[in-house]
């Protein structure tokens, strides 16, 4: 069955490098979420698209972190450079667009921790 | 602007005992309403969702939740718990002129034997 999936589920680096996650969102969906989640502050909305057009990512630190959507297929999260407070499960979610379409599904996550 | 709590960040019941979570939200438009379950180690699943209609909707896993307006409320409950059920559950809104989701901060299920 259609599923979100996120790469890598796992990712250990040290401060000052570059991460990259990648998702790719349900064929045909044309909304994609990315979302942050820690013990301290819960699930963080991070960045919104539709039709890959970034609609909101006013929860996103500007400085070190970037989201593009390079096609329909891909979603990237890029955290340049990385610091040990970026630690966390980043979850991508994407959605069917309309109305009455509604939901988002959710992918498995990437684990980060920043040494 | 949209919020949502979510009464105690921790529940235990008993095995076979009604679960009750209870959610409370603030929208400035219609809302749509979902409550999400998450697994150790996965990522969100949607339990069920509220958008028009009938305003008590059942969800998957025998869960079942009902849109108050008047309280503004969406507490979701079922009958008996289940050693399985214990997880992670949040409440969502959205507006219905695509807002983005907000979600509360979460409340872990404990079941006890």
């Known amino acids: 069955d259609a599923r979100v999936t996120q790469t890598p589920r796992h990712k250990v680096t040290e401060m000052g490098q570059e991460v990259t996650m990648r998702c790719q969102p349900i064929?045909?969906?044309?909304?994609v979420f990315w979302y942050r989640q820690t013990m301290m502050q819960g699930l963080e909305l991070l960045a919104y698209?539709?039709?890959?057009?970034?609609?909101?990512d006013s929860g996103m630190p500007k400085d070190r972190f970037s989201a593009e959507m390079p096609d329909a297929t891909l979603a990237t999260l890029k955290i340049q450079p990385s610091e040990p407070r970026d630690s966390a499960v980043y979850f991508c979610?994407?959605?069917?667009?309309?109305?009455?379409?509604?939901?988002?599904?959710f992918g498995p996550g990437t684990r980060l921790t920043v040494l | 602007a949209q919020s949502v709590t979510q009464l105690g960040s921790h529940v235990s019941v008993s095995e076979g005992a009604l679960v009750l979570l209870r959610c409370n939200y603030s929208?400035?438009?219609?809302?749509?309403l979902f409550w999400y379950v998450q697994y150790p180690n996965q990522g969100l699943q949607l339990l069920l969702k509220?958008?028009?209609?009938?305003?008590l909707v059942k969800g998957i896993n025998g869960f079942e939740a009902e849109f108050k307006k008047s309280e503004t409320s969406f507490h979701l409950t079922k009958p008996s718990a289940h050693m399985s059920d214990a997880a992670e559950y949040f409440c969502?809104?959205?507006?219905?002129?695509?807002?983005?989701?907000?979600f509360g901060p979460g409340t872990r299920l404990s079941v006890l034997p």
């Open positions: 979610a994407s959605g069917p667009l309309g109305r009455d379409n509604n939901e988002q599904f």
């Open positions: 064929l045909g969906h044309n909304t």
């Open positions: 698209f539709r039709n890959r057009a970034p609609l909101d």
């Open positions: 929208s400035s438009v219609p809302p749509y």
């Open positions: 509220y958008t028009t209609g009938a305003t």
């Open positions: 969502a809104v959205r507006g219905n002129y695509g807002q983005n989701f907000v």
